[in-house]
Structures are given as C-alpha cells and as structure tokens.
C-alpha cells in the first residue's frame, strides 16, 4: 500500500501528535541515536581518499532517500500511520511559522547557548536528550536565520535553477561542480554565493544543523523528505534523463572508487542509485 | 529491526554475502520495495569501502605551518601528520580545541571545513579551527565521538576520514 507524505503545514492536530509521538519514542527506544552517528560517520570531505556516499556525491539524493526511508520505517514500526511530512521553506519562511510550532518540532534557541525552550524537543521536557553531537551540550540547539549576520532560506526561483538542469551531475563528481541537478540542489556553491538550497537550509536553521550531528534535529527529516520531494519533480521534468554517472568514472579525474556509480552498491546499504530511483510502490508526495 | 545499535556493530568487516563495490544484480522494482518496506532486511551493515590510494592531479603541500596559540580563550594546536595522509590532496592534520580532538574535512579545492560546521570553508586548517571556536562559544566543549586513528572510538573500517585527531 503506497503511503503519502504531507507537506507539515496540512498536517491535523492528531497528525502532528501522532508524528511527535513517533519520534519521542523512536528516541526512547535508542533507535534515533544510531541515525545521529550513521550520518557522522558518513561524513567526508571529497579532498579525503575512499568512498564518500552521502555528501559532496552523486548519491547525496539517493542515501538521504534510503536515510529518510528507514527512519520512516523506525516511525511506522511504533505507528502506522505516521509518515514523515515535508517542510517547503519556499512558502513557510518564518521563524515563527510551521514547523516551529510548539505542537511541532518547537521553536528558535535562545539567545547565548541556543537551547531550544518550547515543543516537544526541548531539554527541560526529558525527552530529547543530546547523546551524539559533536559538542557537549545535551540539548538541541538552533539559530533560526543566523542572528549575528541573518540569512534567508532560499526561495522558489532557487530550486526552479536546480530543477531546469536536466543533467544529473557532472565529473568530477564532488562539491565543486557548477552543472547538474544533484549540486544545484545539495548547494555547494561558489565563495560569491556559498549555500544553495538543502546547504543553505541547513545554514538558516543553525546551531546542531550546521554542523556533523545535524540529524539531532528532527527538522533534519522534513528537509531531506523535501529534498527527495525535488528529485522526483527532476525525474518528472526531465524523464529521458536518469542518475549519473552510469558507469564508475575511471581513474582519469581520480574519483574511481570514491563515488557510487548507478549500478554499485550504497554503503551502509545492499542496495544500488538504480534500485533507489523509483519508490512510487513505497511512497508518493502529496 | 533497520537501524540497532547491533546493527551499526563496533569494528566489524564486511561480512559473507555483501559485495562491496561489485555490482549487485538488478533486482525488480518490486524486489526492491519489499527490502525497502521489509523489517531486517535493509540492516545497517558496517562496510569496508574502497579506500585505494588516489593519485589526484593538483596534489599540493600543505600551506600551512602548524599552530598552537589562544584564540578566544581558548587553546588551538595543530600540526600535520608526520606520515602518507589519508587525504587526497596532502597531509592530514591532528588539531585540537582546549586538548579535544577536532575533526577538520577537507575538500577537493584544497579548503577545510569542521565537523562543527560543515556549510564554511577555510583555506587553512588555522582558519577552520578558529572559525570552529567562533561556533563553539565561550562554554561548549568538543566531544569526541569521531572514529579515527587517535584515539575514540574506531567504529568500522570506513572511518578512514581525511584529517583526524
């Protein structure tokens, strides 16, 4: 039975509770923790030898679909009818809009540590402890548009410039590509404009997203459901066009054996980018 | 279960039947969504990625000497590594904050980013580091939960990350 996920904003009342409860006991359970460190563990720079499956790589969309993916499944496990909804920044900009509900995932940190104080993820409720950061606070942390030098979230017209790239990506591969839906929408951008898109939402919610522990904070799965959302609107755009590269590169541009071709594995899963690029039978978008 | 604490196993190798970097067989879509919906089927398995040295064309030398100094009150030492770096591009760096390993990523234009920010990059490991202790403020300390080969916790044979301390 395919199942639908929401944008956050039309989420009911008991939606949004079911959603909460889900992930508060997804966390009891220590399933959540395990997440937190599986993406730490995935980070690499792409100046670094080995494979890199997650960041600054072709496989960026694939492996957070699989992360999302599984985080889901850990959500259903505890409610079936929960899935994971997504926030599109484009139209819910402020700091103040969904999701920083209280009834939600809570609101901005305050001023000095950036410990969130409102909803169900802040410290002083218990429920919500910090195991895996890398820093010593036990509590999750924000910085809603970066308040000592603000930033906006990025807009419609900056996805439409990743969406209208009708090639998947381009060698080398890595973080310094300036073609290809895949950088576009991940946003490593150049120093006159540093963050793009998904890199760019990380940078406005600050605090625990800036840095390796960025899934403490369960924005992190609105915005990689999101994030998956806009692969599918390429795919959809742009049908005769498909993940690339197809093939390992070769060793002439030095990414053999450091990215995921189509049809390689995607470590820590059995699975491939070609197994991952269809998931209507799993999931669709509302 | 998907996602365990003995599912993502301290220190194991790739076991029997995985087939890490081979190309798997195709399997039907249909194949798929049942090992993407299937409990225990999709296990974090622990892999050892290929790790091949690589022979990158605009290999440098590092272009920085190594630091020790105060910075906001705070003690920031580095030094590259006396060894073949595990990265690309040159040396690896050991840097630490008041004593505590950081962990600095480099990327392929040769800049250097923290696991404190991932979204900034410097053109020194001294840059990177002090921007690290900009974001860390004055209270917070590191915590050391990078696998590596100093010390913490070495917690599968992927963790060969470029610069580690």
Redesign the interface.
């Known amino acids: 039975m395919v199942y639908v996920r929401k944008n956050v904003s039309r989420l009911t009342a008991g939606e949004r509770r079911r959603f909460v409860g889900a992930l508060l006991e997804v966390k009891r359970r220590?399933?959540y923790d395990?997440?937190v460190?599986?993406h730490?563990?995935?980070?690499?720079?792409?100046?670094?030898?080995?494979?890199r499956?997650a960041?600054?790589t072709p496989s960026f969309l694939p492996w957070h679909r699989?992360l999302v993916?599984?985080?889901e499944?850990?959500l259903r496990?505890v409610d079936d009818s929960v899935t994971v909804p997504y926030w599109d920044w484009t139209r819910n900009r402020s700091a103040t809009s969904v999701p920083w509900t209280d009834d939600l995932l809570g609101g901005n940190g305050r001023r000095g540590?950036r410990q969130v104080m409102t909803g169900p993820f802040a410290y002083r409720n218990g429920r919500w402890p910090i195991r895996?950061?890398?820093?010593?606070?036990r509590f999750l942390t924000r910085d809603l548009g970066r308040a000592r030098n603000p930033i906006n979230l990025p807009t419609k017209a900056d996805l439409d410039r990743a969406l209208k790239d009708p090639v998947y990506d381009v060698s080398?591969w890595?973080?310094?590509v300036t073609k290809g839906f895949r950088n576009k929408m991940e946003g490593w951008g150049p120093d006159t404009n540093?963050?793009l898109n998904h890199?760019r939402v990380?940078?406005w919610v600050g605090g625990a997203m800036?840095?390796?522990?960025?899934v403490n904070d369960p924005v992190f799965w609105l915005v990689h459901a999101f994030v998956d959302l806009q692969w599918q609107r390429w795919q959809q755009r742009h049908r005769n066009h498909r993940y690339l590269p197809a093939r390992p590169p070769g060793g002439s541009r030095?990414q053999d054996?450091?990215i995921v071709a189509r049809?390689?594995?995607l470590?820590?899963?059995?699975?491939?980018p070609?197994?991952?690029e269809?998931?209507s039978?799993?999931y669709r978008y509302a | 279960m998907a996602v365990s604490a003995d599912g993502v196993s301290v220190g194991a190798v790739q076991g029997e039947g995985t087939r890490g970097s081979a190309e798997p067989r195709r399997r039907t879509r249909r194949e798929v969504a049942r090992l993407l919906l299937g409990s225990g089927a999709v296990a974090l398995t622990p892999v050892l990625a290929a790790s091949r040295p690589v022979e990158s064309a605009n290999r440098q030398r590092p272009t920085d000497i190594p630091f020790d100094e105060t910075y906001r009150g705070r003690r920031i030492q580095g030094a590259p590594l006396p060894f073949q770096g595990l990265s690309a591009l040159g040396a690896d760096w050991r840097v630490t904050v008041d004593g505590n390993p950081l962990h600095l990523m480099r990327r392929a234009d040769g800049t250097w980013l923290s696991m404190l920010d991932h979204y900034s990059w410097y053109r020194t490991p001294l840059e990177a580091t002090r921007a690290a202790v900009d974001e860390l403020g004055p209270r917070r300390r590191l915590r050391d939960l990078a696998p590596g080969p100093f010390g913490g916790e070495h917690l599968h044979g992927e963790g060969r990350h470029g610069v580690r301390a």
């Open positions: 220590g399933e395990e997440f460190r599986l730490i563990r995935h980070f690499r720079g792409d100046g670094e030898r080995g494979l499956a960041h600054m699989m993916l599984e985080l499944n850990a496990r540590d895996a950061g890398v820093t010593d606070d080398p890595d973080s310094t540093p963050w890199n990380h940078r800036l840095g390796g522990g960025s030095g054996g450091r049809h390689e594995r470590p820590p899963w059995d699975l491939t070609d197994d991952l269809d998931v039978e799993i």
